[in-house]
């Protein structure tokens, strides 16, 4: 399994997540040409495409993507908000009552996706649990917090936006409130770490960094360092 981190930041985001036949877009926040030159212009290649929410910088791309043959999966409200519709797209089935934020699992191709809900300022906002052949992996961006605590994962990709000690003195007081009520610090990260089983954890990606709020090495540094295990920071341009 290969989790390709192509654009990471609030300019667009966009990942790649490729088990054998199987390959999945994260995110299609960038335009469907910047996508195509991601993905070496193998696009026809996708399964389908999960998207978080109907932010631009994380759903710029999504009828594009439809249009070019892949599916789309999004929450009822990620649709609605962009209105989205067509045969590829596929609104996320609650798995109990609305006020439940857990969500049915959705096979494709031999991996097995599990959405669940997140925090954040946008309409039912989810994260992705991903499960392969040999791997679990979890997907989170855009969310101040999570929930849940997860059982047997071997891939952490998790959004580090900011920390409290590196938040920018010139931020604009509306701009700090909504920073800290809809997206995760390095605290928060690291408490969420604490509280899941890392045992069998062989790589954890930090993403969405803050252009001005983030420090990169020490992050990188801080997580490696008080889970023992390799950290890696996305970065802005494709690999």
Not at 1 to 15: A, D, T, V
Not at 127 to 138: D, F
Not at 202 to 212: P, V
């Amino acid at each position: 399994m290969q989790f390709i981190p192509h654009y990471s930041s609030s300019s667009g985001n966009l990942y790649s997540l490729i088990d054998g036949d199987t390959r999945l877009l994260l995110e299609c926040g960038v335009s469907i040409n910047r996508i195509r030159r991601a993905v070496g212009f193998n696009l026809g290649a996708y399964t389908a495409c999960l998207l978080t929410h109907c932010h631009g910088d994380h759903a710029t791309a999504a009828t594009d993507v439809m249009r070019a043959g892949l599916d789309l999966y999004c929450s009822d409200g990620t649709a609605d908000q962009l209105g989205l519709r067509g045969h590829r797209l596929h609104k996320l089935e609650r798995n109990g009552s609305m006020n439940e934020r857990r969500y049915k699992t959705i096979g494709l191709g031999g991996t097995m996706v599990t959405p669940y809900g997140v925090q954040h300022d946008a309409p039912q906002p989810v994260g992705y649990l991903i499960t392969g052949c040999g791997y679990r992996l979890l997907f989170a961006t855009d969310t101040y917090y999570i929930r849940y605590k997860f059982d047997g994962l071997t891939h952490i990709c998790v959004e580090c936006n900011y920390s409290e000690k590196t938040i920018s003195d010139d931020i604009h007081p509306a701009q700090r409130d909504r920073l800290l009520a809809s997206h995760m610090s390095l605290e928060t990260l690291l408490d969420m770490l604490a509280a899941n089983d890392l045992s069998q954890v062989r790589e954890i990606h930090l993403l969405h960094l803050s252009d001005s709020n983030a420090d990169a090495d020490c992050f990188r540094d801080t997580v490696m360092q008080v889970t023992g295990r390799p950290v890696f920071v996305a970065g802005k341009e494709p690999e």
